[in-house]
């Protein structure tokens, strides 16, 4: 049985917090809270709550968009690693697959309502937390900065996904049909309001899930990153790093198990429990047909599986490779190939068993926790960041031999590259090896400019204005100031 922990603590106040959290469109709504924060908030009790049910909203394992939208739909059929194909899903992940998403799409306003009301809820609090003097000025300190970084860190996906979109700093007093500002004015909101939080969180808190300081230097380490800001994400990497909380988890062909759920390496982590909306969704889709599941587990008939010539890029003695399915014994006793066939053919239906199916899990509802930022992360980042700034560098060579070393593969020499774009190369091949199925490889695609063209290369009509998803049609419909994406 699952040890209970700290984050059950979590998922019941998020539990409590809920019908005072309700998802409306955030652009639309004429009435942003629906309780009294002047009455609610009085109490540290009434903050905590207002603080998990703006948490609540900020996770992706609850709400309107779950673990599988967001990290698979949004973040991974775009790319060279994952696909989809069968259930009734198929028909929501060809578009995501072939680059003909549109405006209307559900995911959009689904990831855009669930933000803004992380926001709305963190400015609630930010709004009213200057009135309440029942909590001592340390508490209220750290309070503060939990609220600055979960409306920094929902503005920070919203921008991976949308670009710069309009910035509600109040509850009260809002414009209902706000622009959006320009680029430069977005970023320097976001990573300001990350550098401040960083500065008054503590380095552990009582519940995972929580904000540490290295939280809030690792979202920041990774917007700069994805910004192209080099020097500023190698300074915020450096610095998680100086931290010395972190570290590479042994095994990483079992780091994503229940039971090691409580390591080093994750830094930013979404809890999950085997309950329904507040679990890891994912495994259903990867098993695959008459596989020997338990009893307690579910296949879907939708299946998320990796194309064959992403599998064939890991060396055979890589550990990580440990955790992709290429072929199985089925319930009939027949055995099944899932890399090619006989002949030799792909097949581009390898299993990504990263997260360890839980065997403790209610149907479709696993309690595996979700990265969203682990330490080999920070690692790579820093590397790539250095890269970018002076070419390769002993450095930036000890940083990605780290992570080979712990999958026990062949270090690089800083002599196998001349010039930075075939250590960013190397880098970008590293990252698709380290982080599949975590929902990265759509922002390190962009930001290395191999989206748009490896798309085209596998056959998909994509254009360059596709690195941005449009905006939500009824949010555009809603608000005349609010412009469209390019191309949509």
């Not at 095994?251 to 930013?268: D, P």
Request: aromatic fraction near 12%.
């Amino acid at each position: 049985m699952k040890k209970i922990h700290n984050k059950y603590i979590v998922i019941f106040l998020v539990l409590i917090i809920q019908p005072f959290t309700g998802c409306k469109k955030f652009l639309n709504e004429k009435v942003y809270t629906e309780y009294a924060p002047e009455e609610f908030l009085k109490t540290e009790d009434g903050i905590k709550k207002v603080l998990i049910g703006a948490y609540s909203r900020l996770q992706i394992i609850n709400g309107t968009i779950n673990m599988r939208d967001n990290i698979f739909t949004l973040s991974e059929f775009p790319t060279d690693q994952t696909r989809e194909y069968g259930g009734g899903f198929e028909r929501d992940a060809l578009p995501f697959i072939n680059f003909q998403w549109d405006p209307a799409s559900p995911f959009f306003q689904q990831v855009w309502s669930q933000m803004y009301t992380a926001v709305r809820n963190a400015n609630v609090f930010l709004d009213n937390i200057a009135d309440i003097k029942s909590i001592p000025a340390d508490r209220a300190t750290i309070y503060i900065a939990e609220a600055r970084f979960i409306r920094a860190a929902a503005y920070a996906q919203l921008y991976g996904y949308f670009g710069p979109v309009p910035l509600i700093t109040t509850a009260g007093e809002l414009d209902f049909e706000p622009a959006k500002p320009e680029v430069q004015e977005f970023l320097d909101f976001v990573g300001t309001e990350l550098q401040a939080a960083a500065k008054d969180l503590p380095l552990k808190q009582d519940l995972t899930g929580k904000a540490t300081r290295g939280v809030a230097l690792s979202v920041l380490c990774k917007l700069y990153l994805n910004t192209r800001q080099w020097q500023r994400s190698a300074d915020a990497a450096k610095a998680v790093i100086d931290l010395n909380l972190y570290q590479l988890f042994s095994e990483i062909e079992n780091l994503f198990a229940v039971q090691n759920e409580n390591n080093k390496e994750y830094i930013y982590v979404f809890p999950c429990i085997n309950q329904y909306l507040y679990a890891n969704n994912y495994m259903p889709h990867a098993f695959p047909p008459n596989y020997p599941i338990l009893s307690n587990w579910m296949n879907f008939g939708a299946q998320i599986t990796l194309y064959t010539s992403f599998v064939k890029t890991f060396d055979l003695n890589d550990r990580r490779r440990k955790m992709i399915l290429t072929e199985y014994t089925d319930t009939r006793n027949v055995h099944k190939l899932l890399l090619e066939d006989v002949q030799g053919r792909p097949l581009d239906d390898s299993r990504s068993f990263k997260y360890t199916p839980d065997p403790d899990a209610d149907g479709e509802s696993n309690g595996n926790d979700i990265p969203v930022i682990r330490y080999a992360d920070i690692l790579l980042s820093r590397a790539e960041a250095l890269n970018e700034l002076n070419g390769p560098t002993e450095e930036s060579i000890q940083l990605i031999n780290q992570v080979r070393a712990r999958a026990a593969i062949s270090s690089v020499s800083l002599q196998n590259f001349s010039n930075k774009t075939a250590l960013r190369d190397l880098i970008l091949q590293e990252r698709g090896r380290e982080f599949f199925s975590e929902g990265k490889r759509r922002e390190d695609l962009i930001r290395m400019d191999k989206f748009i063209s490896g798309a085209q290369a596998r056959g998909k009509i994509a254009k360059p204005y596709h690195s941005l998803y449009p905006i939500p049609q009824s949010e555009i419909d809603a608000n005349p100031n609010l412009k469209q994406n390019e191309g949509y």
